[in-house]
């Protein structure tokens, strides 16, 4: 089906099934479409034709989720491409935006483009890290709370989902995906969507943080046809912020081997087993990843209607489930990591966590001389008056940011970002997270160890400090603007006294301390 010159003249108006099902309430699929630079366009576009065509057939699914630099740095421009699909499809697809190595002027860019291309839906990300690092620059990271913020702000109609990783191990790593996840629904987010997974409890606790939270927004779930093959590549490129087990992976290979022929369909009976639990649990939709053909598209919708006649209720579901993953001579999987913890109090067994001394003190004495320099002190009033009227990028200015990286580079990891969000961080400065995060962390933790392998995640560390300070909300409902590229480089502290500093948001403050006492 051509795109007509009709549309040109912008008579014909794409359906926007994603919005309707989202307002209808109504359980909504979408095909993750990865758009890489390997695939020459009209490759890509035969092949979503015939996708078209199931669409057709298929109300429940809403059309195309098209990736951003998934496959390499340089894939095709993910609004570029989601507009030759939608033209294509009929449909508004779900535009992935990332932003790994962009600022907010390449946001506001893009936003203009799907504007001019009336594409309608967003899921903005931060993204994980870049595949080939530059050695000549420190790439920078546009996180996704600023992202949805600035996007809502200047285009109220468009639909923003955003992104949760709830398949987390360790309190800290998985309470600061939840606590930012109130940041984002803050921002505006209008639907969530979560990282891949196969752990259905953990699907759960992201439902039953939202309902302790009452956050009244949709969650969509993530849901992989996850082969032997598959698995393999996901270990071997670490795929940040996806959890495959050691169980689960050895349990696909046997299966593979033992029944080469039958594979492929258990695969799918598995995915149509998730996707049912999912439904039952109360998701409003799923990103399909990794279903690349119609047949395989008609299968799952036959395997679903068939296992919701089979497991009407959670007990028979979980049943269906366990045997699933089980393999002759009583092999079962296990997709949970050991010593996993959850939520809810009576699945944990491990102690909870609380910051280290050395941390709580830092924390309590730059606090008090935060307050005393740069806030009511005495010293505040005598450093103002010093440096209050200096000007960014002047000669005066250049000597204060070496004064400032002097003191604070050896205390905090300082990079004299020119917009100083320490009093807001828990005096954990987000420029020592390799995205520069300052919102909270990204999907790629593991164990609470950063993506980048090289550190524990910052914001593990802002969960306890903030824990123990009992400034959870902190966390949840401070909104920490991005740094603008022209700050950088210069000292915070001259804009600070002229109350130009960074506008945290704090209007989200009405709801009480999250309750996290697990084993107290
Ligand atoms: S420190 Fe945390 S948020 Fe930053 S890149 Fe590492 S894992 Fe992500």
């Given at each position: 089906m051509a795109i007509s010159a009709d549309y040109l003249a912008g008579v014909f108006r794409p359906q926007n099934e994603i919005r309707n099902a989202l307002r209808k309430g109504r359980f909504f699929w979408t095909i993750e479409f990865?758009?890489?630079?390997?695939?020459?366009l009209n490759d890509d576009l035969v092949t979503v034709d015939s996708f078209v065509r199931a669409l057709a057939r298929r109300?429940?699914?809403a059309g195309f989720s098209v990736t951003d630099r998934?496959?390499?740095?340089?894939?095709?421009?993910p609004v570029m491409m989601a507009k030759h699909i939608r033209d294509h499809a009929g449909t508004q697809p779900l535009v992935h935006w990332s932003?790994?190595?962009?600022?907010i002027t390449d946001f506001e860019s893009s936003l203009e483009a799907m504007s001019a291309a009336k594409l309608e839906n967003m899921l903005l990300l931060t993204g994980d890290k870049l595949k080939i690092t530059p050695v000549d620059r420190r790439p920078r990271y546009l996180e996704s709370v600023s992202a949805i913020k600035l996007a809502k702000d200047n285009y109220p109609d468009l639909i923003i989902a955003s992104a949760l990783n709830?398949?987390?191990?360790r309190e800290e790593e998985a309470m600061a995906q939840y606590l930012k996840l109130g940041k984002k629904i803050y921002a505006g987010t209008d639907f969530v969507i979560t990282q891949i997974g196969f752990d259905i409890k953990k699907f759960e606790e992201a439902l039953f943080w939202m309902d302790t939270r009452d956050y009244r927004v949709p969650m969509v779930a993530n849901v992989m046809a996850l082969t032997a093959a598959r698995s393999r590549f996901i270990r071997k490129n670490q795929l940040a912020g996806v959890t495959i087990t050691d169980s689960y992976h050895e349990f696909l290979q046997q299966e593979a081997e033992l029944f080469p022929e039958q594979a492929p369909a258990r695969v799918l009976r598995r995915t149509a087993l998730l996707i049912l639990g999912l439904r039952m649990l109360g998701y409003s939709g799923v990103q399909l990843t990794?279903?690349?053909?119609v047949d395989q598209l008609m299968t799952l919708h036959k395997q679903i209607d068939y296992l919701a006649k089979k497991c009407p209720d959670r007990v028979s579901w979980n049943k269906a489930w366990q045997e699933s993953l089980t393999l002759p001579k009583a092999f079962i999987a296990n997709p949970v990591p050991g010593k996993a913890w959850y939520m809810?109090?009576?699945?944990?067994n491990r102690p909870s966590s609380h910051a280290p001394l050395k941390d709580r003190i830092k924390y309590r004495t730059m606090k008090w001389s935060h307050s005393f320099?740069?806030?009511?002190?005495l010293g505040a009033k005598v450093l103002s008056g010093l440096v209050k009227n200096i000007q960014r990028h002047s000669k005066a200015d250049k000597i204060l940011e070496r004064i400032e990286r002097l003191i604070k580079a050896p205390l905090f990891?300082?990079?004299?970002?020119?917009?100083?969000?320490l009093a807001e961080t828990q005096y954990i400065c987000?420029?020592?997270?390799p995205k520069g995060l300052a919102n909270g962390a990204c999907g790629g933790t593991n164990d609470n160890t950063c993506e980048f392998g090289d550190r524990e995640c910052i914001h593990s560390r802002k969960y306890r400090i903030a824990k123990d300070a009992n400034v959870l909300s902190q966390l949840e409902h401070w909104l920490i603007p991005a740094v603008p590229?022209?700050?950088?480089?210069?000292?915070?502290w001259p804009p600070h006294f002229r109350d130009e500093g960074p506008d945290i948001d704090?209007?989200?403050?009405?709801?009480p301390e999250p309750d996290i006492s697990s084993d107290e």
């Open positions: 990865v758009a890489s630079s390997d695939h020459v109300p429940e699914v998934v496959h390499s740095d340089d894939d095709p421009d932003g790994k190595d962009r600022s709830p398949f987390k191990y990794a279903i690349h053909t809810s109090s009576h699945m944990v320099l740069f806030d009511q002190g990891g300082c990079e004299t970002c020119g917009m100083c969000r987000p420029e020592t997270c590229d022209e700050a950088r480089q210069t000292s915070s704090k209007s989200g403050m009405d709801k």
